[in-house]
């Protein structure tokens, strides 16, 4: 159902709208057409009614001989008269005694007859014409394919000299009949009613899809502006709810990051002043310890500084080129780009990014790529409405159960804590936070046959 559906808010309110207008306008008009035909039935059974109370008068006035011509100048293809001893409705309670008595009201001759009155549902065929044989009588029924009524009305009223007369009549069913005025109603209603709830939601979705864009680019890390509160009092409760959202989420990460640079700031003083005193120390193995202690500490301190660079906004956005990116920073890495391979990419993928907190995310997965096997492949394309990034290498990659978990700060898989065989570890949480500031994300899976592939996936322009 999806597929017939709108995609918008707006397209799928005006189509509910427009269909409950019309399953309105269905059962109006099937009720109309049901009250229509009641109509006409009832008024072919007052006619028949009367037509009978007036057939009564006759053959009670005329003279016995012309009895028969006046039933037969009485019958119609639809309407049967005939004189019999017993009435043809063998009962007097049929639930029509209002008609019954009308009938008998209409003769006028006191003491008013006894009239019965019969319906029921007709075998839908039209009887045969008076004086036609058994024979031509069921010839009749069979060359009559189409049924002509469905409903059959039986009159007894009993005359003076003790004989019946027996009325049988039947009702077309009326065709159903197009009313063009009610279509004609319909679609003015619909287009007018469509208009002015397109125009009525419009007001309703444009803050709706102000505040998706604001929150889109929110997440991307770009300065996102304050919206303006519009519509309805709802839409400005919600609005000025995701502005002070911003806000505070702006405040609580500038006054995070401004406490780890004033922390590393303050910690470096110390810092040299302890690795000055340790080249005063005469033992070697001792200085050395303390000096290569002291300079562990200093890269914690520095790491720590540049994940808290990682989460900041304060870099503008730009639009660039992803793959010119990525081979200016290889062309920048002096001591490892002979170890990094670029395949070039048919794509021109353009992103909005902040182009030095992104170069900080990839020189990491790039390190760690030829850290742990020696060289790195890199891969930009682009993939529908995002743009991927592929560092692969073939070192050993990581246990399955540890995937995610290499994204902490300061988790290594290399346990030794040694500076010459991993960094401090922080670089994966630096890189996946600067993705995810841009409004990406940073996936790790282990290669076929060895080694490790991190995509980094960014949306396109």
């Given amino acids: 159902m999806r597929r017939f559906l709108p995609g918008s808010l707006r397209g799928q309110l005006l189509l509910l709208i427009l269909l409950t207008l019309a399953v309105a306008q269905a059962l109006v008009a099937w009720l109309f057409a049901d009250e229509r035909e009641m109509a006409l039935r009832t008024a072919l059974g007052q006619e028949a009614a009367s037509r009978a109370a007036n057939v009564a008068r006759l053959i009670a006035e005329a003279p016995e001989d012309l009895h028969p011509s006046i039933l037969r100048a009485a019958d119609s293809p639809l309407v049967r008269f005939s004189l019999a001893p017993a009435p043809a409705v063998d009962h007097a309670d049929h639930g029509t005694a209002l008609l019954a008595s009308q009938i008998a009201a209409q003769i006028g001759t006191p003491p008013l007859p006894e009239v019965r009155l019969e319906l029921h549902q007709a075998d839908n065929r039209s009887p045969p014409m008076p004086g ?74 444009g803050p709706l ?27 400005r409760s919600l609005t000025g709810a995701f502005n002070k959202m911003q806000e505070r989420i702006r405040r609580f990460v500038d006054d995070r990051t401004r ?24 033992e070697d193995e001792t200085r050395e310890r303390i000096i290569a202690t002291t300079e562990e500490m200093q890269e914690m301190v520095e790491s720590t500084l540049s994940f808290a660079r990682g989460v900041s906004n304060a870099e503008p956005v730009e639009t660039v080129d992803l793959s010119e990116l990525v081979a200016s920073l290889v062309a920048d890495m002096d001591a490892s780009a002979g170890a990094v391979t670029v395949q070039p990419s048919a794509d021109t993928v353009r992103v909005q990014l902040r182009p030095t907190s992104m170069r900080r995310a990839l020189r990491n997965l790039i390190e760690n790529a030829v850290r742990y096997g020696g060289q790195a492949e890199l891969h930009v394309w682009c993939d529908g409405d995002v743009a991927r990034i592929a560092v692969k290498d073939r070192g050993p990659g990581i246990p399955e159960e540890q995937v995610e978990h290499v994204f902490d700060p300061f988790v290594r898989l290399e346990t030794s804590r040694s500076r010459d065989t991993g960094g401090t570890g922080l670089g ?31 949306p396109i322009v």
């Fill in 132 to 205: 036609m044989s058994g024979q031509m009588g069921q010839m009749h029924r069979t060359m009559q394919p189409v049924p002509i009524s469905s409903v059959e009305m039986k009159i007894s009223i009993a005359l003076e000299n003790g004989a019946w007369l027996n009325v049988l009549t039947r009702f077309h069913r009326p065709p159903y009949q197009i009313a063009w005025t009610a279509i004609a109603t319909f679609a003015i209603s619909a287009v007018l009613i469509g208009a002015t709830v397109w125009v009525a939601l419009g007001q309703l979705t």
């Fill in 209 to 235: 899809r102000e505040l998706a864009r604001s929150a889109e680019e929110f997440g991307r890390g770009a300065e996102a502006q304050m919206i303006d509160p519009s519509g309805p009092n709802e839409l």
């Fill in 259 to 282: 406490l780890l640079a004033a922390l590393s700031h303050d910690l470096r003083s110390p810092l040299t002043a302890l690795r000055v005193r340790a080249e005063m120390i005469d």
């Fill in 428 to 458: 994966l949480s630096i890189a996946r936070t600067i993705v995810q500031s841009h409004g990406g994300d940073i996936t790790l899976r282990n290669r076929e046959g060895g080694g490790l592939a991190a995509t980094v996936t960014l």
